[in-house]
């Protein structure tokens, strides 16, 4: 699986639009970017995934670049229950036992 | 979206005693579990993949008889920690892999805290 890069902690103020940035300069073709996050003390919480196009669910919008080399996760409205840490991971979807592996992710703090 | 359930979710145990983590997929069929561990402030770490009916298949460095790792049916699999030691405490988090009308593909325990004194 290709290799992300992420900035290791971010701000937000709450009600504001956080804006995570992840690369990943040498994704395949058939590689999916796929963002988790982590509260603390939890499991990490499925957020959202996509190919090249861009993707929005109820939690969040992903961006991918047109070169698919980098990928922006929109959190449109933080809250203070945002706060945690986002894990951007690039695979290839349904690739049988293949697990995911975690980097270190993005902290990001809501702050009120 | 689908569940998976870990007990306990923390546990205190003396050294050198031995201590079992449930994880359980709750509304679906888990081909493939997976066990991670975190220590503070770090990532998740896979230790283990395990496959329904077989042998676990461990990562490189997590030893196989300290960690047993039974995957007995389609919807749950058992970590057991023997004879543990302090610097096994740790949170340990189970996921599951199985076939979903969904494509999420993997999803997570809530995870367990493991603390050996």
């Known amino acids: 699986d290709a290799k992300t890069t992420q900035p290791p902690s971010m701000d937000c103020a709450e009600g504001r639009a956080a804006n995570l940035p992840c690369n990943h300069s040498t994704i395949s073709g058939n590689e999916y970017v796929y963002w988790y996050r982590q509260i603390h003390s939890q499991g990490p919480q499925y957020i959202i995934h996509g190919l090249k196009n861009n993707e929005t669910n109820e939690m969040a919008s992903l961006i991918i670049t047109e070169d698919r080399k980098s990928s922006t996760l929109i959190l449109p409205h933080a809250t203070l229950r945002d706060t945690a840490v986002y894990y951007c991971?690039?695979?290839?979807?349904?690739?049988?036992?293949?697990?995911?592996?975690f980097g270190k992710g993005t902290r990001l703090s809501v702050i009120a | 979206g689908a569940v998976v359930s870990q007990h306990p979710s923390w546990v205190i145990c003396k050294s050198g005693t031995s201590v079992k983590i449930e994880c359980r997929s709750l509304d679906f069929q888990a081909t493939t579990m997976f066990w991670y561990r975190q220590f503070p402030k770090q990532s998740l770490m896979l230790m283990a993949t395990s496959n329904e009916g077989s042998k676990a298949t461990y990562e490189q460095g997590v030893e196989k008889d300290k960690f047993l790792i039974n995957h007995a049916s389609l919807t749950l699999s058992t970590l057991t920690v023997t004879s543990a030691h302090p610097e096994d405490s740790s949170f340990y988090i189970c996921s599951a892999r199985g076939s979903l009308a969904g494509s999420v593909e993997q999803y997570f325990g809530p995870g367990t805290r493991l603390t050996v004194t």
């Open positions: 991971i690039v695979r290839v979807r349904n690739s049988g036992n293949t697990p995911l592996v």
